[in-house]
Protein backbone atom coordinates (compact mmCIF):
# COMPACT_ATOMS: atom_id res chain seq x y z
CA UNK A 1 0.00 0.00 0.00
CA UNK A 2 1.35 3.34 -0.71
CA UNK A 3 1.42 6.32 1.57
CA UNK A 4 2.83 9.76 1.04
CA UNK A 5 2.34 11.66 4.41
CA UNK A 6 2.98 15.39 4.72
CA UNK A 7 3.82 17.23 7.56
CA UNK A 8 5.26 20.48 8.70
CA UNK A 9 2.80 22.54 8.15
CA UNK A 10 1.47 25.68 10.42
CA UNK A 11 0.66 29.33 10.89
CA UNK A 12 3.84 31.28 10.39
CA UNK A 13 4.32 35.01 10.44
CA UNK A 14 5.00 37.04 6.40
CA UNK A 15 8.31 36.76 6.11
CA UNK A 16 9.02 33.71 8.28
CA UNK A 17 10.15 29.90 7.57
CA UNK A 18 8.34 26.35 7.47
CA UNK A 19 9.76 23.21 6.08
CA UNK A 20 8.00 20.73 5.02
CA UNK A 21 8.41 16.64 4.71
CA UNK A 22 6.38 13.95 2.80
CA UNK A 23 7.42 10.67 3.78
CA UNK A 24 6.45 7.60 1.20
CA UNK A 25 6.21 4.21 1.55
CA UNK A 26 5.12 1.59 -0.55
CA UNK A 27 7.62 2.83 -3.52
CA UNK A 28 11.06 2.52 -4.67
CA UNK A 29 11.39 5.87 -3.71
CA UNK A 30 14.68 6.70 -5.24
CA UNK A 31 12.52 5.88 -9.11
CA UNK A 32 10.00 8.39 -8.32
CA UNK A 33 9.61 11.87 -9.70
CA UNK A 34 8.73 13.80 -7.29
CA UNK A 35 6.25 17.46 -7.26
CA UNK A 36 5.27 19.37 -4.66
CA UNK A 37 1.67 20.98 -5.71
CA UNK A 38 -0.39 23.49 -3.24
CA UNK A 39 -4.26 24.66 -3.33
CA UNK A 40 -5.40 27.88 -1.83
CA UNK A 41 -9.26 28.10 -1.39
CA UNK A 42 -11.26 29.51 -4.77
CA UNK A 43 -8.02 28.62 -6.99
CA UNK A 44 -6.79 25.70 -8.48
CA UNK A 45 -3.96 22.56 -7.87
CA UNK A 46 -1.11 24.47 -8.51
CA UNK A 47 2.51 22.79 -9.13
CA UNK A 48 5.09 24.67 -6.45
CA UNK A 49 8.35 22.63 -7.23
CA UNK A 50 9.32 19.60 -8.64
CA UNK A 51 12.70 17.15 -8.34
CA UNK A 52 13.21 14.39 -10.59
CA UNK A 53 15.02 10.46 -9.49
CA UNK A 54 17.71 11.85 -10.58
CA UNK A 55 18.00 15.08 -8.67
CA UNK A 56 17.21 17.65 -11.24
CA UNK A 57 14.88 20.27 -9.75
CA UNK A 58 11.99 23.04 -11.30
CA UNK A 59 10.80 25.74 -9.53
CA UNK A 60 7.24 27.88 -10.33
CA UNK A 61 7.96 31.55 -10.74
CA UNK A 62 5.98 32.52 -7.99
CA UNK A 63 8.59 30.80 -5.27
CA UNK A 64 11.89 30.64 -7.54
CA UNK A 65 14.54 32.16 -5.05
CA UNK A 66 12.29 31.56 -1.73
CA UNK A 67 11.83 27.87 -1.67
CA UNK A 68 13.87 24.65 -1.96
CA UNK A 69 13.00 21.45 -2.35
CA UNK A 70 15.32 18.40 -2.06
CA UNK A 71 14.93 14.27 -1.24
CA UNK A 72 17.09 11.92 0.92
CA UNK A 73 16.47 9.08 -0.76
CA UNK A 74 17.81 6.68 2.49
CA UNK A 75 14.76 8.06 4.31
CA UNK A 76 12.40 7.95 1.75
CA UNK A 77 11.46 11.48 2.35
CA UNK A 78 11.35 14.80 -0.15
CA UNK A 79 11.21 18.25 1.28
CA UNK A 80 10.14 21.82 0.55
CA UNK A 81 12.32 24.35 2.54
CA UNK A 82 9.71 27.73 2.40
CA UNK A 83 11.74 30.94 3.10
CA UNK A 84 10.59 34.29 3.11
CA UNK A 85 6.86 33.12 3.44
CA UNK A 86 4.08 35.89 1.99
CA UNK A 87 0.30 35.58 2.74
CA UNK A 88 -0.21 34.35 -1.18
CA UNK A 89 1.60 31.26 0.09
CA UNK A 90 -1.59 30.57 2.63
CA UNK A 91 -2.64 26.85 0.53
CA UNK A 92 -2.58 22.98 1.29
CA UNK A 93 0.39 21.72 0.14
CA UNK A 94 0.13 18.53 -1.66
CA UNK A 95 2.94 15.59 -2.41
CA UNK A 96 2.82 14.07 -5.80
CA UNK A 97 4.78 10.94 -6.58
CA UNK A 98 5.40 9.66 -10.23
CA UNK A 99 5.94 6.07 -11.12
CA UNK A 100 6.58 4.39 -14.16
CA UNK A 101 3.05 4.22 -15.19
CA UNK A 102 1.54 5.32 -11.60
CA UNK A 103 0.83 8.42 -9.59
CA UNK A 104 0.03 9.30 -6.42
CA UNK A 105 -1.46 11.93 -3.82
CA UNK A 106 -0.95 12.67 -0.09
CA UNK A 107 -3.39 14.13 1.75
CA UNK A 108 -2.18 17.37 2.12
CA UNK A 109 -0.82 19.76 5.15
CA UNK A 110 -1.88 23.34 5.77
CA UNK A 111 -0.04 26.14 5.25
CA UNK A 112 -1.32 29.62 6.86
CA UNK A 113 0.55 32.45 6.64
CA UNK A 114 -0.58 35.50 8.54
CA UNK A 115 0.18 38.22 10.78
Known amino acids: QVQLVESGGGLVQPGGSLKLSCAASGITFRLANMEWYRQAPGKQRELVAS???????NYADSVKGRFTISRDNAKNTMYLQMNSLKLEDTAVYYC?????????WGQGTQVTVSS
Open 96 to 104: FAKIIYSNY
Open 51 to 57: IRNTGST
